[in-house]
């Protein structure tokens, strides 16, 4: 990446996707979250010895249907996973890595080490996706009876939510009470029964029961409220621009190279999220950021930029240069 579009990417890190991340972190219902590693060039030194790409990590953050957000880590630790949700209380969907544990704990009796606690109160929403994942494995490499039970007894409840999906929140809710809520209760108590037949063994039926058992407050939590998914299938999704991008780029600069294409990547993924062209989108934003008020950055956000455009003059925002006439607020 070259420097001036590092340069650009760290001023609206620290403008336009603060403003963001703040309102996120203070309104958001739910932030689903995912991770993948990426290379990163190592720090050249003296020696004139050829070294490893290190690893990093991309996050992602969906915060509702408002804010997308990408951040960089030189590790996927508990710690910074804690740092990118640090007071935010709600809903996090996540698959079940153990690194996500630290963000469901009370920092009272159970305090970070080498963070400072959070006392936050957040609800961990499982993914059916992932619980299914394992049976499936199970059913084609072991043709595993009990796994093609469990793989109809969820799909059962993926064709509810595809049935029910435009229905509003509250009347989501009401179905899921009605059919879902029995059909999963079922399902744990049979998924109970079935382990006990092979917690001695090891194998993809096993690992998928143990998934399901240990999970199972969290694969039954998107009952509670109409707005939550059943899956975590967006943050995948939002995850493989990552994932194909650096089959072409194949590695980043430096960890602030990272960075900065973490803020580039936010902005574009919200602007698709809100259907706009997210190149008109980035040009009109880098015309009208340096003339724009600090504490109303958050009018530039994607989710807001629509409505903000309709107020400004339209000659003067296509000029590439010169004065621009800020509306009052």
């Known amino acids: 990446m070259s420097r001036w579009l590092q340069e650009i990417g760290n001023i609206l890190g620290g403008s336009v996707i603060v403003a963001m991340r703040d309102e996120a972190m203070r ?23 050829r070294q490893a790409c290190k690893k990093g990590h991309f996050f992602v953050q969906i915060a509702d249907r408002d804010h997308v957000f990408f951040e960089y880590t030189n590790k996927e630790t508990s710690n910074n996973v804690l740092e990118l949700f640090r007071g935010f209380s709600g809903y996090v969907q996540a698959d079940a890595k153990g690194v996500y544990d630290i963000l469901f704990r009370d920092h009272r009796d159970d305090p970070p080490i080498d963070a400072l606690p959070d006392f936050s ?33 969820i799909r059962r409840l993926f064709e509810y939510e595809a049935e029910w999906r435009k229905h509003a929140p509250h009347k989501r809710k009401q179905l899921r009470d009605e059919k879902s809520r029995p059909e999963v209760e079922a399902f744990l108590a049979w998924a109970d029964v079935e382990f006990e037949k092979v917690k001695g063994q090891r194998g993809y039926l096993r690992s998928a029961l143990g998934y399901v058992r240990n999970q199972r407050e969290a694969l039954s939590r998107y009952l509670d409220d109409g707005r939550l998914e059943m899956d975590n299938n967006r943050s995948e999704r939002a995850l493989r621009r990552i994932a194909v991008g650096r089959k072409a780029w194949l590695f980043f600069g430096s960890d602030d190279h990272a960075q900065s294409a973490a803020h580039f990547y936010s902005l574009i993924a919200s602007a698709q999220l809100h259907r706009l062209d997210s190149e008109s989108y980035l040009c009109d934003l880098m015309r009208v950021l340096p003339h724009w008020p600090k504490d109303r950055y958050i009018e530039l956000a994607p989710k807001y930029w629509m409505a903000t455009r309709a107020r400004l003059d339209l000659q003067q925002l296509e000029a590439p240069l010169g004065t621009l006439t800020v509306p009052s607020s």
Not at 27 to 49: F, N, S, W, Y
């Open 27 to 49: 309104t958001a219902m739910c932030i689903a979250t995912d991770a993948t590693g990426v290379l990163v060039q190592p720090i050249r030194t003296h020696e004139k010895t």
């Open 121 to 153: 109160e957040r609800f961990e929403v499982g993914c059916w996706f992932h619980a299914r994942k394992g049976f499936w494995e199970a059913a084609i490499t072991s043709k595993e009876v009990s796994a093609r039970e469990a793989l109809f007894r």
